[in-house]
Every structure is written in structure tokens, then in C-alpha cells.
């Protein structure tokens, strides 16, 4: 069974600081990361998609990609309360393994606070 | 508006029986997907389908049924042999190689 490994958290971080959320996989097929943002008692919402390896700018919100590694990472920039959720890291399954049918990691708690 | 429609929000089963859960899209999507989440979990598949007519199970689909007979509707059923229906389910969809996007959720609870 392919995994996708993140940290459970919670990850604390003051309003206005960089947080940092890992996700590792081990599937070396996968071509295609997710993050999607989950508020407690909401369906996942997606935030970033990455498809090569290097860094990918949206906003407050950079993915980054290490294929070699097998490690993503979500950077937030000055973070708000309003960040503060589940970030669940999906990974898709390599070639064989169905129609980019996703992995999906437990998510990591963010609390952003005041 | 498009999107992707669950219903009920909220969904209770007696022993015994069989309850069907509804996503319907109108995004014109082909691929949609059902996924189950247990508190702190992430999200397992249950059941995909690409096309019409067609489906594959998932990594946990014992105890699931679907059915695929319109491109805009994908329903669930939880079947009696499920023992431990009481989950947060969703449904999403996607086309081509476009992220896949999610409904609103059915939460199911054992009576």
C-alpha cells in the first residue's frame, strides 16, 4: 500500500509568521501533488496542485516539490487565524494504479494565532 | 451555479438496512469518486468510476454499492454488511487531468 506521511500536528504559529507543512510519499510513480484545506466539519477545499519539481507561487501560499527526495511541502506567508484548519497533502498514484485515484495523507492541524 | 451536490447533509441507519447517499454534478465531469473519512483520518476511496457504465472499486469497498448510469450522477448505497457505516462521506469529481474538486459531504450516523 502507497503512503503518504504528514505530521499530525498541531502546528502552532503566531499571525504573520511562514508556516511550514511537510508531506512525504513513497510511491515513486506519482506525478501529481495536492493540498486541500479542511475546516473542521467541512469538505476538503483544494488549495495548490504541483506537477514539477521546484517551487510553485499563488499568493501567500508556495508549493514545493522534491521528486529525487519524495517530499512536498505547503509554505503559508503571513499567516491568518483564518489559516488555521486541517491542510491534507493527496499524492496520485503512479501509472497502473487507476485513474489519478489520490493518496491521501491524515492532514496536518494548523492553529494560527492573534 | 456549477457544482457538485450531496444530499442528505445528514443521514441515520438502522440496523439492518441499506441507505443510499446522492452526489450529483453539473460540471460535466467524467471521473467522480467516493471517499470515506474517519475523525483525525484522512480520506479513503471507496469507489471511482471514469465513465458511464463503469466503475472500480477502492482501496475500502466491502460493504459499498454504486452505480453509474448518468455521466452527472454517481449514488452510493451503504449496505448492511457495512458494520461500521458512521463516517464522514464525499463525493468529487474531475476532468481530464484537472484536480478533483469536492461536495459538501453526507455525514451517516448508526441509530
Same mark, same amino acid.
Request: hydrophobic share 0%; aromatic share 0%; charged share 70%.
Given at each position: 500500500q502507497k503512503e503518504v506521511e504528514q505530521n499530525s500536528g498541531p502546528l502552532s504559529v503566531p499571525e504573520g509568521a511562514i508556516a511550514s507543512l511537510n508531506c512525504t510519499y %513513497?510511491?515513486?510513480? %506519482?506525478q501529481s501533488f495536492f493540498w486541500y484545506r479542511q475546516y473542521s466539519g467541512k469538505s476538503p477545499e483544494l488549495i495548490m496542485f504541483i506537477y514539477s519539481n521546484g517551487d510553485k507561487e499563488d499568493g501567500r501560499f508556495t508549493a514545493q516539490l522534491n521528486k529525487a527526495s519524495q517530499y512536498v511541502s505547503l509554505l503559508i506567508r503571513d499567516s491568518q487565524p483564518s489559516d488555521s484548519a486541517t491542510y491534507l497533502c493527496a499524492v496520485n498514484r503512479g501509472a497502473g494504479s487507476g485513474y489519478s485515484t489520490l493518496t491521501f495523507g491524515k492532514g496536518t492541524m494548523l492553529l494560527v494565532s492573534p | 451555479d456549477g457544482g457538485i451536490t450531496q444530499s442528505p447533509k445528514y443521514l441515520f441507519r438502522k440496523e439492518g438496512q441499506n441507505v443510499t447517499l446522492s452526489c450529483e454534478q453539473n460540471l460535466n465531469h467524467d471521473a467522480m469518486y467516493w471517499y470515506r473519512q474517519d475523525p483525525g483520518q484522512g480520506l479513503r476511496l471507496i469507489y471511482y468510476s471514469q465513465i458511464v457504465n463503469d466503475f472500480q472499486k477502492g482501496d475500502i469497498a466491502e460493504g459499498y454499492s454504486v452505480s453509474? /448510469?448518468?455521466? /452527472?450522477s454517481f449514488p452510493l448505497t451503504v449496505t448492511s454488511a457495512q458494520k461500521n457505516p458512521t463516517a464522514f462521506y464525499l463525493c468529487a469529481s474531475k476532468e481530464g487531468a484537472q484536480p478533483q474538486h469536492f461536495g459538501d459531504g453526507t455525514r451517516l450516523s448508526i441509530l
Open positions: %513513497s510511491d515513486r510513480g %506519482s | 453509474r /448510469e448518468k455521466k /452527472e
